[in-house]
Nanobody, 126 residues
Framework: QVQLVESGGGLVQAGGSLRLSCAASGGTFSDYFMGWFRQAPGKEREFVAAISRSGGTTRLADSVKGRFTISRDNAKSTVYLQMNSLKPEDTAVYYC???????????????????WGQGTQVTVSS
């Protein structure tokens, strides 16, 4: 069973950047495709980005395309979310998630993911 710990959240002004990290332990990191989701107050958790086991395939939500990038370092068992040109509407708790299902390369569907981190708060001020 894999454990996930996010870091890198914080308060940033609109137009700024943050890089989130998610460190995995307790499993073979390359067995999992990884995703980032976010949840704003009063809203459902929504998909942000996903990356395949090798890192060769990525998927981004339309709302973040051109601004966010997902990457992974299997040697460090870590997945990253680089967030540029941040907007106030990006304010949310950001979660990373892992899925060991080999029937898919990536997924934007939250119920597919087996393991979740505790989340890290990102606040973008206007």
């Amino acid at each position: 069973q894999v454990q996930l710990v996010e870091s890198g959240g914080g308060l940033v002004q609109a137009g700024g950047s943050l890089r989130l990290s998610c460190a995995a332990s307790g499993g073979t990191f390359s067995d999992y495709f990884m995703g980032w989701f976010r949840q704003a107050p009063g809203k459902e958790r929504e998909f942000v980005a996903a990356i395949s086991r090798s890192g060769g395939t990525t998927r981004l939500a339309d709302s973040v395309k051109g601004r966010f990038t997902i990457s992974r370092d299997n040697a460090k068992s870590t997945v990253y979310l680089q967030m540029n040109s941040l907007k106030p509407e990006d304010t949310a708790v950001y979660y990373c998630a892992a899925d060991a299902d080999y029937s898919a390369a990536t997924s934007s569907t939250k119920w597919r993911y087996d393991y979740w981190g505790q989340g890290t708060q990102v606040t973008v001020s206007s």
